[in-house]
């Protein structure tokens, strides 16, 4: 990881992603005079802000990736695209400077990604051995900035992987959750949320990643004082596939047992004695489970059935013969 100057941070702060890629190179330090075709294998393409083509093995993949998992089937779709209409939008990256190792036929210049990693990808899998790139000169705490905020501006990251991008902000460039909110565009309590995963035990962490549970199951764990406690709550949401609404009165029932209780003794106490003696008197004449909802005379009567013999006895009852 780079080291990032706070001079450097201090500047990078309250810029939009646009300012943070500048137009024109700094001025290159003087070095001697170097014959003509050698100095011509040699340079980098210059950074005119204009897409180059520039061999895909020349590129090497940015090491400050916020998004860990990328869609195969997106992936292949893209490249299918990139076949029948080539790369409609070029990649960015950064001049790399040359390793001291590299001998005679080995002077191409190399360059770092730092947006289009899909378009990338997609286009080794179309077969492709040059892609559109506009070169910036940039320095490496820029890219991790730029990477960071490009990726959380879009919507594919999964939750986690979110919540990290916002982490890395946070740690790296000391950013707020109300500066974080506006240099992606979200809303800072949305910036919070995400923050909050991580308190998630990591066992729960990767279900969310790997999208076995929601954004909206996770943030109901939360509530939990424990990462035992979640990831046993986690567990049982599981294995009952409970919904994000099932999972909120789940939890809530962990925490407060005794309101639960009480809740549900009122609401069998609640209930008329007419409505519980018609359910009987509907029980034992159709043999079958019965429900009645009753709201000041208006509600509805809910029979369950447990197989195709007992709903075809029943529609014979009810005079369907």
């Not at 170097?34 to 093995?57: H, M, N, Q, R, Y």
Request: no cysteine; charged share 30%; proline share 7%.
């Amino acid at each position: 990881m780079p080291t990032i100057s706070p001079d450097t941070k201090r500047r990078a702060l309250g810029k939009g992603l646009e300012s943070l890629l500048p137009q024109r190179p700094a001025a290159p330090p003087a070095a001697a005079p170097v014959p003509a075709i050698a100095a011509a294998a040699a340079a980098p393409a210059e950074a005119t802000g204009k897409p180059l083509e520039i061999s895909l093995d020349h590129i090497e993949r940015n090491p400050w990736q916020t998004r860990k998992h990328f869609d195969e089937a997106q992936l292949e779709e893209l490249a299918q695209s990139i076949v029948a209409m080539g790369v409609v939008q070029a990649v960015v990256v950064r001049p790399l400077p040359s390793s001291p190792t590299q001998g005679p036929g080995h002077n191409a210049q190399r360059y770092q990604l730092i947006m289009g990693e899909r378009r990338w990808l997609a286009s080794r899998k179309a077969g492709k051995t040059t892609i559109p790139a506009i070169v910036k000169q940039v320095a490496d705490e820029q890219v991790l900035e730029m990477t960071i905020v490009e990726n959380l501006q879009r919507t594919d990251l999964n939750p986690m992987e979110q919540a990290r991008a916002y982490q890395r902000l946070s740690q790296e460039f000391k950013l707020t959750q109300e500066q974080m909110a506006t240099r992606t565009g979200k809303d800072r309590t949305s910036v919070s949320n995400f923050l909050r995963l991580l308190r998630l035990p990591e066992t729960v962490q990767t279900k969310v990643e790997t999208g076995e549970l929601s954004f909206g199951h996770a943030r109901a764990l939360l509530a939990l004082d424990s990462p035992e406690s979640m990831a046993a709550a986690a567990q049982k949401v599981l294995a009952l596939s409970l919904s994000v609404r099932q999972t909120e009165n789940y939890v809530q029932g962990l925490i407060n047992p005794e309101a639960k209780e009480k809740k549900e003794k009122k609401e069998a106490q609640a209930e008329d004695p007419n409505v519980r003696e018609a359910e009987d008197r509907l029980r034992r004449t159709l043999g079958l489970k019965v429900k009645i909802e009753d709201k000041k005379g208006r509600g509805r009567v809910i029979i369950e059935y447990s197989g195709l013999e007992d709903f075809d006895a029943l529609l014979e009852m009810l005079g369907d013969k």
